[in-house]
């Protein structure tokens, strides 16, 4: 809701803030449920998920994207979850955003599971990117992380998205101290090896027991050093704009590995995104404290407009960054695979 100590501007047109950001990435959580329990997302028992009524119909999801692109400017709709591709009309979804004018580039982030049934289909409706989560080339250790015996899966999905004309496919990768840094350059090694673009990324606090410790965090520095053993770093040369991942060149290039630092190098001047919740609540940012209902509006009858304007309100209202660093910091009460990547 409007902030009344920070009235929004009557003639803000897209998702603009108090501190001169635009936001025009859309990431869009299509379910809460996962087909993984890994060890720093959630229990072994899973969550309390969302009632099928709370969840946004696909109707309603795409409606909600016509208005950020149509009405807002999002330029980009990446959709997250939980698992995306356990939503049974996610081909649809990705078609109709597709189809929308002007078109966005259309991207999913996934664990993978299945992505070798649907990766065809998928590019086919006008997926774009895919990133692929994966934490480890070793079985036992993947079983350990996610308490699941699916790393074939994973890997048979990465080939497939690969097949399909997905490119470049993403792979994110969070290491954590003890359990798999020491496996940076394996994955590398990997990556390079099959056409892949791998991504490290920092443990963040959005765990739903909330066990984050700073000092369990493999932060940027310590990867950066332990790729540089045996690689050749080199930044790459174009500006890295509102992207999350600092890159560099591997041995020269082509081959790129990125490294996104939301704790220890925050981008949050720079942030571009606006986030979606599978229940239909929009946050400003990833840490948010406060979430809008869209969903009651969609359902109470407001108009396109009504909605765009909530939506502004929203973004008007976002904070300076995340504040992760700072002692105060109150981690959010949604885990990450309730709040969508």
Request: aromatic fraction near 4%; charge should be negative; charged fraction near 25%.
């Given at each position: 809701?409007?902030?009344?100590?920070?009235?929004?501007?009557?003639?803000?047109?897209?998702?603009?803030?108090?501190?001169?950001?635009?936001?025009?990435?859309?990431?869009?959580?299509?379910?809460?449920?996962?087909?993984?329990?890994?060890?720093?997302?959630?229990?072994?028992?899973?969550?309390?998920?969302?009632?099928?009524?709370?969840?946004?119909?696909?109707?309603?999801?795409?409606?909600?994207?016509?208005?950020?692109?149509?009405?807002?400017?999002?330029?980009?709709?990446?959709?997250?979850?939980?698992?995306?591709?356990?939503?049974?009309?996610?081909?649809?979804?990705?078609?109709?955003?597709?189809?929308?004018?002007?078109?966005?580039?259309?991207?999913?982030?996934?664990?993978?599971?299945?992505?070798?049934?649907?990766?065809?289909?998928?590019?086919?409706?006008?997926l774009t990117r895919v990133n692929?989560?994966?934490?480890?080339?070793?079985?036992?250790?993947?079983?350990?992380?996610?308490?699941?015996?699916?790393?074939?899966?994973?890997?048979?999905?990465?080939?497939?998205?690969?097949?399909?004309?997905?490119?470049?496919?993403?792979?994110?990768?969070?290491?954590?101290?003890?359990?798999?840094?020491?496996?940076?350059?394996?994955?590398?090694?990997?990556?390079?090896?099959?056409?892949?673009?791998?991504?490290?990324?920092?443990?963040?606090?959005?765990?739903?027991?909330?066990?984050?410790?700073?000092?369990?965090?493999?932060?940027?520095?310590?990867?950066?050093?332990?790729?540089?053993?045996?690689?050749a770093l080199t930044p790459t040369?174009?500006?890295?704009?509102?992207?999350?991942?600092?890159?560099?060149?591997?041995?020269?290039?082509?081959?790129?590995?990125?490294?996104?630092?939301?704790?220890?190098?925050?981008?949050?001047?720079?942030?571009?995104?606006?986030?979606?919740?599978?229940?239909?609540?929009?946050?400003?940012?990833?840490?948010?404290?406060?979430?809008?209902?869209?969903?009651?509006?969609?359902?109470?009858?407001?108009?396109?407009?009504?909605?765009?304007?909530?939506?502004?309100?929203?973004?008007?209202?976002?904070?300076?960054?995340?504040?992760?660093?700072?002692?105060?910091?109150?981690?959010?009460?949604?885990?990450?695979?309730?709040?969508?990547?």
């Open positions: 809701m409007p902030d009344p100590a920070f009235p929004r501007p009557a003639s803000t047109a897209g998702l603009a803030d108090r501190f001169g950001r635009v936001a025009t990435d859309l990431r869009v959580s299509l379910t809460d449920k996962c087909n993984l329990r890994c060890t720093y997302c959630m229990p072994a028992e899973g969550l309390a998920w969302l009632g099928s009524d709370r969840l946004l119909s696909d109707d309603e999801i795409v409606r909600l994207v016509r208005i950020a692109v149509e009405l807002l400017g999002v330029e980009e709709v990446r959709f997250t979850g939980g698992e995306p591709l356990i939503r049974a009309g996610l081909v649809r979804i990705v078609e109709a955003t597709a189809g929308l004018g002007p078109r966005p580039v259309v991207s999913l982030t996934t664990n993978g599971i299945g992505l070798d049934k649907t990766a065809r289909a998928l590019v086919e409706a006008g692929v989560s994966l934490d480890t080339l070793d079985r036992e250790r993947f079983l350990q992380l996610t308490r699941r015996d699916r790393l074939d899966q994973v890997l048979a999905g990465l080939q497939h998205a690969h097949a399909a004309g997905l490119a470049p496919v993403k792979v994110n990768t969070v290491l954590m101290r003890g359990v798999n840094d020491h496996e940076a350059v394996d994955l590398l090694r990997f990556c390079r090896d099959h056409g892949y673009e791998l991504r490290f990324i920092e443990q963040m606090p959005l765990d739903a027991q909330h066990g984050w410790s700073r000092t369990g965090m493999v932060t940027a520095a310590e990867i950066l050093d332990r790729l540089s053993e045996e690689v040369p174009h500006a890295r704009g509102a992207a999350p991942a600092e890159t560099w060149l591997v041995d020269g290039g082509p081959d790129v590995v990125g490294v996104i630092a939301s704790v220890t190098r925050p981008f949050c001047s720079a942030c571009d995104r606006t986030r979606l919740t599978a229940d239909g609540q929009v946050r400003s940012c990833l840490f948010a404290r406060t979430e809008t209902d869209l969903r009651a509006l969609l359902r109470g009858g407001a108009t396109d407009d009504e909605i765009a304007d909530a939506w502004r309100d929203v973004m008007w209202g976002k904070g300076p960054g995340h504040q992760v660093g700072d002692q105060e910091f109150v981690q959010p009460d949604r885990p990450m695979s309730a709040i969508g990547g």
